[in-house]
Protein backbone atom coordinates (compact mmCIF):
# COMPACT_ATOMS: atom_id res chain seq x y z
CA UNK A 1 0.00 0.00 0.00
CA UNK A 2 1.47 3.01 -1.06
CA UNK A 3 2.37 5.49 2.01
CA UNK A 4 0.75 8.50 0.60
CA UNK A 5 -2.81 6.43 0.94
CA UNK A 6 -5.92 7.60 2.56
CA UNK A 7 -6.19 6.26 6.20
CA UNK A 8 -6.89 2.25 6.16
CA UNK A 9 -10.37 1.42 5.66
CA UNK A 10 -12.92 -0.40 7.68
CA UNK A 11 -12.73 -3.82 5.74
CA UNK A 12 -9.78 -4.41 7.42
CA UNK A 13 -9.17 -6.62 10.75
CA UNK A 14 -9.87 -5.31 14.38
CA UNK A 15 -6.34 -5.80 14.95
CA UNK A 16 -5.03 -4.01 11.88
CA UNK A 17 -7.54 -0.93 12.66
CA UNK A 18 -6.61 -0.22 16.12
CA UNK A 19 -3.12 0.78 14.64
CA UNK A 20 -3.97 2.31 11.44
CA UNK A 21 -7.71 3.24 11.19
CA UNK A 22 -7.81 7.26 11.18
CA UNK A 23 -3.68 7.38 10.27
CA UNK A 24 -2.11 8.36 7.80
CA UNK A 25 1.50 9.36 7.62
CA UNK A 26 2.27 13.30 8.01
CA UNK A 27 1.99 14.94 4.92
CA UNK A 28 4.24 17.48 5.63
CA UNK A 29 7.33 15.71 6.97
CA UNK A 30 6.44 11.91 6.50
CA UNK A 31 6.25 11.13 10.31
CA UNK A 32 4.74 7.27 10.85
CA UNK A 33 3.79 8.10 14.31
CA UNK A 34 0.59 10.71 14.63
CA UNK A 35 2.27 13.81 15.65
CA UNK A 36 0.77 15.54 18.32
CA UNK A 37 -0.16 18.93 16.72
CA UNK A 38 -0.36 21.00 19.75
CA UNK A 39 -1.13 24.31 18.47
CA UNK A 40 -4.28 26.04 19.08
CA UNK A 41 -5.33 27.84 15.54
CA UNK A 42 -4.32 26.62 12.44
CA UNK A 43 -3.94 29.37 9.10
CA UNK A 44 -6.40 29.80 6.89
CA UNK A 45 -5.45 29.76 2.84
CA UNK A 46 -7.88 32.82 2.54
CA UNK A 47 -10.33 34.78 3.45
CA UNK A 48 -13.28 32.59 0.91
CA UNK A 49 -11.68 29.29 2.86
CA UNK A 50 -12.03 30.50 6.51
CA UNK A 51 -15.83 31.72 5.25
CA UNK A 52 -16.23 27.93 3.67
CA UNK A 53 -15.07 26.62 6.83
CA UNK A 54 -17.19 28.76 9.32
CA UNK A 55 -20.37 27.98 6.75
CA UNK A 56 -19.21 23.91 7.34
CA UNK A 57 -18.96 23.93 3.49
CA UNK A 58 -15.35 22.38 3.41
CA UNK A 59 -13.91 20.73 6.52
CA UNK A 60 -11.01 21.35 7.72
CA UNK A 61 -9.47 22.98 10.91
CA UNK A 62 -10.11 26.33 12.54
CA UNK A 63 -9.11 26.29 16.51
CA UNK A 64 -8.96 23.28 18.63
CA UNK A 65 -11.77 23.77 20.70
CA UNK A 66 -13.22 22.24 17.77
CA UNK A 67 -11.26 20.59 15.89
CA UNK A 68 -7.57 19.54 16.00
CA UNK A 69 -5.39 16.87 13.83
CA UNK A 70 -4.37 14.90 16.27
CA UNK A 71 -8.13 14.11 17.50
CA UNK A 72 -9.38 13.62 14.40
CA UNK A 73 -7.26 10.12 13.95
CA UNK A 74 -8.34 9.13 17.52
CA UNK A 75 -12.35 10.05 16.60
CA UNK A 76 -11.75 8.45 13.48
CA UNK A 77 -10.40 5.45 14.73
CA UNK A 78 -12.95 4.98 17.59
CA UNK A 79 -15.72 5.43 15.15
CA UNK A 80 -13.97 3.17 12.81
CA UNK A 81 -13.60 0.49 15.79
CA UNK A 82 -17.44 0.91 16.75
CA UNK A 83 -18.67 0.64 12.91
CA UNK A 84 -19.84 4.31 13.46
CA UNK A 85 -19.89 6.96 10.60
CA UNK A 86 -18.50 9.40 12.61
CA UNK A 87 -16.96 10.41 16.36
CA UNK A 88 -16.33 13.16 18.27
CA UNK A 89 -13.78 12.89 21.00
CA UNK A 90 -14.51 15.17 24.59
CA UNK A 91 -12.82 16.02 27.90
CA UNK A 92 -14.18 12.89 29.77
CA UNK A 93 -16.42 10.23 30.04
CA UNK A 94 -19.32 12.42 31.88
CA UNK A 95 -18.10 15.06 29.50
CA UNK A 96 -19.33 12.69 26.50
CA UNK A 97 -22.58 11.78 28.01
CA UNK A 98 -23.56 15.36 28.57
CA UNK A 99 -22.43 16.17 25.05
CA UNK A 100 -24.14 13.12 23.82
CA UNK A 101 -27.73 14.14 25.12
CA UNK A 102 -27.73 17.77 24.14
CA UNK A 103 -28.07 17.80 20.85
CA UNK A 104 -31.84 15.99 22.21
CA UNK A 105 -33.00 17.31 24.89
CA UNK A 106 -34.53 20.81 26.14
CA UNK A 107 -36.40 21.55 29.02
CA UNK A 108 -38.90 19.52 30.52
CA UNK A 109 -37.66 16.20 28.48
CA UNK A 110 -36.33 13.05 29.97
CA UNK A 111 -34.38 9.85 29.56
CA UNK A 112 -34.77 6.57 30.55
CA UNK A 113 -31.48 4.92 32.22
CA UNK A 114 -31.01 1.62 33.68
CA UNK A 115 -30.44 1.15 37.22
CA UNK A 116 -27.18 -0.40 36.31
CA UNK A 117 -24.66 2.11 35.97
CA UNK A 118 -21.40 3.57 36.81
CA UNK A 119 -22.23 5.56 39.76
CA UNK A 120 -21.34 9.10 38.90
CA UNK A 121 -23.55 8.64 35.71
CA UNK A 122 -26.56 7.83 38.70
CA UNK A 123 -25.47 11.53 39.84
CA UNK A 124 -25.21 13.29 36.80
CA UNK A 125 -28.36 11.76 36.31
CA UNK A 126 -30.22 11.44 39.41
CA UNK A 127 -28.48 14.81 40.02
CA UNK A 128 -27.21 17.43 37.96
CA UNK A 129 -29.00 17.33 34.45
CA UNK A 130 -32.25 18.64 36.76
CA UNK A 131 -30.08 22.22 36.64
CA UNK A 132 -30.32 22.03 32.52
CA UNK A 133 -34.89 21.16 32.84
CA UNK A 134 -33.72 17.17 32.14
CA UNK A 135 -34.43 14.89 33.89
CA UNK A 136 -33.56 10.50 34.16
CA UNK A 137 -36.33 8.02 34.74
CA UNK A 138 -33.81 4.78 36.08
CA UNK A 139 -35.73 1.33 35.05
CA UNK A 140 -34.47 -2.43 35.85
CA UNK A 141 -33.46 -3.46 31.84
CA UNK A 142 -34.69 -6.97 32.32
CA UNK A 143 -38.16 -5.26 32.86
CA UNK A 144 -38.92 -4.90 29.43
CA UNK A 145 -42.45 -3.71 29.76
CA UNK A 146 -41.55 -1.32 33.14
CA UNK A 147 -38.95 -0.04 30.24
CA UNK A 148 -41.56 0.54 27.46
CA UNK A 149 -43.99 1.90 30.45
CA UNK A 150 -41.56 4.52 31.62
CA UNK A 151 -41.58 6.12 27.91
CA UNK A 152 -43.60 8.87 27.45
CA UNK A 153 -43.99 11.88 24.88
CA UNK A 154 -40.83 13.88 26.63
CA UNK A 155 -38.92 10.87 26.36
CA UNK A 156 -35.64 11.26 24.59
CA UNK A 157 -33.43 8.94 24.71
CA UNK A 158 -32.59 5.17 26.65
CA UNK A 159 -29.30 5.20 27.79
CA UNK A 160 -27.87 2.18 29.30
CA UNK A 161 -24.31 0.24 29.49
CA UNK A 162 -23.71 -3.43 28.01
CA UNK A 163 -21.34 -4.93 30.40
CA UNK A 164 -22.52 -2.92 33.62
CA UNK A 165 -20.24 -1.06 36.07
CA UNK A 166 -19.98 -3.03 38.93
CA UNK A 167 -22.17 -5.88 39.15
CA UNK A 168 -21.60 -8.22 36.51
CA UNK A 169 -24.44 -7.50 34.58
CA UNK A 170 -25.05 -8.06 30.85
CA UNK A 171 -27.47 -5.69 29.18
CA UNK A 172 -29.96 -7.29 26.56
CA UNK A 173 -28.78 -4.52 24.08
CA UNK A 174 -31.37 -5.75 21.22
CA UNK A 175 -34.32 -5.76 23.40
CA UNK A 176 -33.40 -2.56 24.66
CA UNK A 177 -33.10 -1.48 20.90
CA UNK A 178 -36.41 -2.89 19.70
CA UNK A 179 -37.94 -0.47 22.38
CA UNK A 180 -36.00 2.66 21.86
CA UNK A 181 -37.09 1.83 17.90
CA UNK A 182 -40.90 1.24 18.40
CA UNK A 183 -40.81 4.60 20.23
CA UNK A 184 -38.53 6.55 17.25
CA UNK A 185 -36.13 7.33 20.15
CA UNK A 186 -32.34 6.54 20.30
CA UNK A 187 -30.90 3.90 22.18
CA UNK A 188 -26.93 5.36 23.84
CA UNK A 189 -24.82 3.13 24.58
CA UNK A 190 -21.99 3.25 27.37
CA UNK A 191 -19.21 0.88 26.21
CA UNK A 192 -16.71 1.70 28.25
CA UNK A 193 -16.13 -1.41 30.21
CA UNK A 194 -16.73 -3.66 26.91
CA UNK A 195 -14.49 -1.41 25.08
CA UNK A 196 -15.77 -2.27 20.81
CA UNK A 197 -13.10 -5.51 20.98
CA UNK A 198 -16.03 -7.42 23.52
CA UNK A 199 -19.00 -5.35 21.97
CA UNK A 200 -20.33 -3.50 19.04
CA UNK A 201 -23.26 -1.95 19.99
CA UNK A 202 -24.20 -0.34 16.96
CA UNK A 203 -24.39 -4.19 15.61
CA UNK A 204 -27.22 -4.53 18.41
CA UNK A 205 -29.00 -1.34 17.43
CA UNK A 206 -27.61 1.36 19.46
CA UNK A 207 -28.01 4.68 17.68
CA UNK A 208 -24.93 6.69 19.54
CA UNK A 209 -22.16 5.23 21.58
CA UNK A 210 -20.31 6.57 24.38
CA UNK A 211 -17.34 6.11 25.94
CA UNK A 212 -15.21 7.38 29.05
CA UNK A 213 -11.61 6.93 26.96
CA UNK A 214 -10.14 7.12 30.63
CA UNK A 215 -10.11 3.74 30.80
CA UNK A 216 -9.74 0.64 28.28
CA UNK A 217 -9.13 2.62 25.43
CA UNK A 218 -5.89 4.53 26.91
CA UNK A 219 -5.59 1.36 28.93
CA UNK A 220 -2.43 2.84 31.32
CA UNK A 221 -4.15 5.44 33.36
CA UNK A 222 -2.45 8.56 31.83
CA UNK A 223 -5.56 10.37 30.67
CA UNK A 224 -9.04 11.48 30.83
CA UNK A 225 -11.24 11.48 27.98
CA UNK A 226 -14.58 10.74 26.14
CA UNK A 227 -16.22 10.22 22.71
CA UNK A 228 -19.31 9.81 21.19
CA UNK A 229 -20.01 7.25 18.34
CA UNK A 230 -22.90 8.36 15.89
CA UNK A 231 -24.38 5.13 13.78
CA UNK A 232 -25.29 7.15 11.29
CA UNK A 233 -28.45 4.74 11.13
CA UNK A 234 -31.41 7.23 13.21
CA UNK A 235 -33.65 9.68 11.14
CA UNK A 236 -33.60 12.68 13.23
CA UNK A 237 -36.48 14.02 11.18
CA UNK A 238 -39.19 11.63 11.65
CA UNK A 239 -40.93 12.79 14.96
CA UNK A 240 -40.45 15.92 15.22
CA UNK A 241 -38.83 15.28 18.34
CA UNK A 242 -35.22 16.77 17.77
CA UNK A 243 -35.64 20.13 16.73
CA UNK A 244 -31.92 21.24 17.30
CA UNK A 245 -31.03 18.26 14.48
CA UNK A 246 -34.08 18.40 11.88
CA UNK A 247 -35.34 22.13 12.01
CA UNK A 248 -33.53 25.17 11.78
CA UNK A 249 -30.86 25.48 14.85
CA UNK A 250 -31.05 28.86 15.87
CA UNK A 251 -27.47 28.36 17.46
CA UNK A 252 -25.99 27.59 14.15
CA UNK A 253 -27.25 30.87 12.18
CA UNK A 254 -30.27 28.50 10.95
CA UNK A 255 -28.58 25.29 9.44
CA UNK A 256 -30.82 22.33 9.19
CA UNK A 257 -28.26 19.29 10.34
CA UNK A 258 -30.28 16.57 9.71
CA UNK A 259 -31.01 17.88 6.03
CA UNK A 260 -27.43 19.75 5.39
CA UNK A 261 -25.36 16.16 6.59
CA UNK A 262 -27.45 13.32 6.27
CA UNK A 263 -26.29 10.54 8.41
CA UNK A 264 -23.14 12.99 9.58
CA UNK A 265 -25.96 15.44 11.19
CA UNK A 266 -25.01 14.20 14.83
CA UNK A 267 -21.79 14.14 14.62
CA UNK A 268 -21.39 17.74 13.15
CA UNK A 269 -23.97 19.35 15.71
CA UNK A 270 -21.66 17.75 18.40
CA UNK A 271 -18.21 19.80 16.79
CA UNK A 272 -20.32 23.09 15.57
CA UNK A 273 -22.35 23.75 18.07
CA UNK A 274 -21.68 20.96 21.00
CA UNK A 275 -17.91 21.69 21.30
CA UNK A 276 -17.89 25.39 20.27
CA UNK A 277 -20.64 26.15 23.04
CA UNK A 278 -19.82 23.57 25.71
CA UNK A 279 -16.32 23.98 25.24
CA UNK A 280 -15.58 20.41 26.53
CA UNK A 281 -12.79 19.58 24.19
CA UNK A 282 -10.22 17.09 24.30
CA UNK A 283 -6.79 18.17 24.33
CA UNK A 284 -3.66 16.76 21.85
CA UNK A 285 -1.55 15.76 23.86
CA UNK A 286 -4.86 13.74 26.06
CA UNK A 287 -5.84 12.42 22.35
CA UNK A 288 -1.85 11.15 21.99
CA UNK A 289 -1.83 9.28 24.74
CA UNK A 290 -4.85 7.53 23.90
CA UNK A 291 -3.94 6.47 20.55
CA UNK A 292 -0.93 4.97 22.02
CA UNK A 293 -3.02 2.81 23.95
CA UNK A 294 -5.75 1.68 21.52
CA UNK A 295 -3.03 0.14 19.41
CA UNK A 296 -3.12 -3.02 21.69
CA UNK A 297 -6.49 -2.90 22.90
CA UNK A 298 -7.57 -6.31 21.07
CA UNK A 299 -3.86 -7.60 23.15
CA UNK A 300 -4.79 -6.45 25.94
CA UNK A 301 -8.60 -7.26 26.53
CA UNK A 302 -7.93 -10.85 25.69
CA UNK A 303 -5.38 -11.11 28.56
CA UNK A 304 -7.78 -9.06 30.68
CA UNK A 305 -10.65 -11.43 29.99
CA UNK A 306 -8.34 -14.68 30.70
CA UNK A 307 -7.12 -13.04 33.99
CA UNK A 308 -10.84 -12.11 35.31
CA UNK A 309 -11.93 -15.48 33.99
CA UNK A 310 -9.00 -17.65 36.62
CA UNK A 311 -9.60 -15.34 39.30
CA UNK A 312 -13.17 -15.39 39.20
CA UNK A 313 -13.39 -18.86 39.06
CA UNK A 314 -10.76 -18.79 41.62
CA UNK A 315 -12.85 -16.85 44.44
CA UNK A 316 -15.87 -18.46 43.73
CA UNK A 317 -14.47 -21.57 44.73
CA UNK A 318 -13.03 -19.78 48.45
CA UNK A 319 -14.80 -20.32 51.58
CA UNK A 320 -13.95 -16.94 52.58
CA UNK A 321 -16.33 -15.53 49.70
CA UNK A 322 -20.03 -15.66 49.82
CA UNK A 323 -20.47 -14.63 46.06
CA UNK A 324 -19.01 -13.60 42.84
CA UNK A 325 -21.12 -11.43 40.07
CA UNK A 326 -18.87 -11.91 37.11
CA UNK A 327 -20.88 -12.22 33.72
CA UNK A 328 -18.13 -15.08 32.46
CA UNK A 329 -18.97 -17.53 35.38
CA UNK A 330 -21.10 -20.46 34.15
CA UNK A 331 -23.01 -20.07 37.63
CA UNK A 332 -23.93 -15.98 36.60
CA UNK A 333 -27.37 -15.49 35.16
CA UNK A 334 -26.42 -13.15 32.56
CA UNK A 335 -23.69 -16.05 31.32
CA UNK A 336 -26.14 -16.56 28.25
CA UNK A 337 -26.36 -13.35 27.35
CA UNK A 338 -22.32 -12.63 26.99
CA UNK A 339 -22.70 -15.02 24.19
CA UNK A 340 -24.69 -12.68 22.06
CA UNK A 341 -23.79 -8.84 23.44
CA UNK A 342 -19.78 -10.05 24.14
CA UNK A 343 -18.93 -12.85 22.92
CA UNK A 344 -15.19 -12.56 23.51
CA UNK A 345 -15.82 -12.51 26.89
CA UNK A 346 -17.48 -10.62 29.90
CA UNK A 347 -14.90 -7.47 30.39
CA UNK A 348 -13.06 -7.62 33.51
CA UNK A 349 -14.92 -5.71 36.17
CA UNK A 350 -16.70 -7.64 38.67
CA UNK A 351 -17.70 -7.34 42.18
CA UNK A 352 -17.05 -9.96 45.34
CA UNK A 353 -18.96 -10.26 48.35
CA UNK A 354 -16.42 -11.43 51.61
CA UNK A 355 -17.62 -13.22 54.61
CA UNK A 356 -17.32 -10.14 57.27
CA UNK A 357 -18.90 -7.54 55.30
CA UNK A 358 -18.56 -3.93 55.46
CA UNK A 359 -15.27 -4.58 57.69
CA UNK A 360 -13.61 -7.28 55.69
CA UNK A 361 -13.19 -5.65 53.03
CA UNK A 362 -11.71 -3.01 54.15
CA UNK A 363 -8.83 -4.84 55.77
CA UNK A 364 -8.86 -7.16 52.57
CA UNK A 365 -8.33 -3.67 50.74
CA UNK A 366 -5.76 -2.62 53.42
CA UNK A 367 -3.97 -5.85 52.77
CA UNK A 368 -3.04 -5.84 49.58
CA UNK A 369 0.20 -5.27 47.82
CA UNK A 370 -0.79 -5.77 43.96
CA UNK A 371 -3.85 -4.43 43.51
CA UNK A 372 -3.85 -0.75 44.16
CA UNK A 373 -7.05 0.60 45.89
CA UNK A 374 -8.29 3.84 43.72
CA UNK A 375 -11.31 5.01 41.98
CA UNK A 376 -10.50 3.85 38.66
CA UNK A 377 -10.83 0.53 36.09
CA UNK A 378 -9.66 -0.38 32.75
CA UNK A 379 -6.18 0.05 33.93
CA UNK A 380 -3.15 -2.96 32.89
CA UNK A 381 -2.88 -2.57 36.63
CA UNK A 382 -5.43 -4.66 38.97
CA UNK A 383 -7.64 -1.96 40.61
CA UNK A 384 -9.65 -2.75 43.59
CA UNK A 385 -12.07 -0.16 45.58
CA UNK A 386 -14.94 -0.69 48.39
CA UNK A 387 -17.84 0.71 46.26
CA UNK A 388 -19.92 1.70 48.41
CA UNK A 389 -18.14 3.87 50.69
CA UNK A 390 -16.16 5.44 47.61
CA UNK A 391 -17.53 5.96 43.93
CA UNK A 392 -21.15 4.96 45.05
CA UNK A 393 -21.05 6.70 48.27
CA UNK A 394 -23.57 9.57 46.69
CA UNK A 395 -26.24 7.07 46.43
CA UNK A 396 -28.64 5.81 49.00
CA UNK A 397 -28.62 2.14 50.15
CA UNK A 398 -31.26 0.81 47.59
CA UNK A 399 -29.65 2.41 44.30
CA UNK A 400 -26.37 1.00 45.87
CA UNK A 401 -28.32 -2.79 45.82
CA UNK A 402 -29.50 -1.76 42.71
CA UNK A 403 -26.26 -1.04 41.63
CA UNK A 404 -24.46 -3.95 42.62
CA UNK A 405 -22.38 -2.07 45.32
CA UNK A 406 -23.98 -3.84 48.91
CA UNK A 407 -21.51 -3.12 51.66
CA UNK A 408 -20.24 -6.42 51.78
CA UNK A 409 -18.70 -5.74 47.90
CA UNK A 410 -15.63 -5.08 46.75
CA UNK A 411 -15.40 -4.28 43.27
CA UNK A 412 -12.43 -5.24 40.90
CA UNK A 413 -10.52 -4.26 37.68
CA UNK A 414 -8.41 -6.99 36.80
CA UNK A 415 -5.29 -5.82 35.36
CA UNK A 416 -3.11 -8.03 32.78
CA UNK A 417 -0.07 -9.26 35.21
CA UNK A 418 0.24 -12.37 36.40
CA UNK A 419 -2.92 -14.08 37.29
CA UNK A 420 -1.38 -16.61 39.63
CA UNK A 421 0.57 -13.77 41.33
CA UNK A 422 -2.71 -11.74 41.71
CA UNK A 423 -4.37 -14.66 43.22
CA UNK A 424 -1.23 -15.41 45.69
CA UNK A 425 -2.56 -11.24 46.55
CA UNK A 426 -5.78 -11.91 46.88
CA UNK A 427 -5.08 -15.14 48.95
CA UNK A 428 -2.74 -13.66 51.85
CA UNK A 429 -5.04 -10.58 52.26
CA UNK A 430 -8.11 -12.70 52.50
CA UNK A 431 -6.75 -14.54 55.35
CA UNK A 432 -5.62 -11.23 57.00
CA UNK A 433 -9.25 -9.85 56.71
CA UNK A 434 -11.36 -12.70 57.53
CA UNK A 435 -8.83 -14.22 60.38
C1 LIG B 1 -15.36 6.14 34.28
C2 LIG B 1 -16.66 5.92 33.65
C3 LIG B 1 -17.46 7.00 33.25
C4 LIG B 1 -17.03 8.44 33.45
O1 LIG B 1 -15.88 8.70 32.71
P1 LIG B 1 -14.81 9.85 33.13
O2 LIG B 1 -13.79 9.76 32.05
O3 LIG B 1 -14.29 9.49 34.48
O4 LIG B 1 -15.58 11.13 33.15
C5 LIG B 1 -18.66 6.73 32.64
N1 LIG B 1 -19.08 5.46 32.45
C6 LIG B 1 -18.34 4.41 32.84
C7 LIG B 1 -18.86 3.04 32.60
C8 LIG B 1 -17.11 4.59 33.45
O5 LIG B 1 -16.38 3.54 33.82
Request: with cysteine; hydrophobic share 40%.
Amino acid sequence: MPEDSAAIGPSYGFDTLQIHAGARPDPATGARQTPIYQSTAFVFRDADHAAALFNLQEVGYIYSRLTNPTVAVLQERIATLEGGVGAVCCSSGHAAQIMALFPLMAPGRNIIASTRLYGGTVTQFSQTIKRFGWSAKFVDFDDTDALKAAIDDDTRAIFCEGIANPGGYITDLRAAADIADAAGIPLIVDNTSATPYLCRPIEHGATLVVHSTTKYLTGNGTVTGGAIVDSGKFDWAASGKFPSLSEPEPAYHGLKFAETFGPLAFTFHSIAVGLRDLGMTMNPQGAHYTLMGMETLSLRMDKHVENAVKIAKWLENDDRITRVTYAGLESSPYYDRTKTVCPRGAGALFTFAVKGGYEACIKLIDSLEIFSHVANLGDTRSLIIHSASTTHRQLDENQQRAAGADPDVVRVSIGIEDPDDLIADLDQALSKATS
